[in-house]
């Protein structure tokens, strides 16, 4: 089965920050990974597939990057409706879910 | 537009069984695979199982393979999850999700509300 480990668990930040998330899976996945964006008591939405993929009506501050085993999201100019928790996704081999990170307000 | 509603949630006991159904419109629904996602409070997601558009392949999480059972109805355009022999751990909302495109392996591009599902004595 292939892991996928989010780091970090919780990151604090103030609007207009850039804020960066990695994502590492225990094997190759090339780039089949998707980002998400869950807010508290609704249902998660996606964000980047195919690693850097942005989604259509996502805004183009939201970004990925990466391929194989490391990958990242990088939110630019963070806006208040950007504080969610925030999970990847491999689909190489079945569906894994990292343990999310939860972006907070400083 | 894209729309998947859950339903038949509730209190079961432990060891007890429950259906789960998600309704889908806005979409050719026999040519995307469906999945379940399922989420503990205050967890995070959980895959638990996929079903092929024309319904002729299934796949499973090893924590519900041979308790859960996926199908679905392209004629009323529903999916559906039978869970049997629920386990207390198994408490949470579970979401119906929509694979992207065609293809075995893809992200989940539109997903339900959720309902919410509690095994407890």
Redesign the interface.
Known sequence: ?IQMTQSPATLSASVGDRVTISCRASQSISN?L?W?Q?KSG?????LI??ASSL?VGVPSRFSGSGSGTEFTLTISNLQPDDFATY?C?Q??????????TKVEIK | EVQLVESGGGLVKPGGSLRLSCAASGFTFSGFSMNWVRQAPGKGLEWVSLISGGGDFMYYGDSVKGRFTISRDNAKNSVFLQMNNLRVEETGVYYCARSRGVGAYRDFDSWGQGTLVTVSS
């Open positions: 089965d089949r998707a998400y869950q609704k249902a998660p939405k996606v597939y195919k989604e999970y996704q689909y190489d081999s079945y569906w894994t879910f990292g343990q999310g």
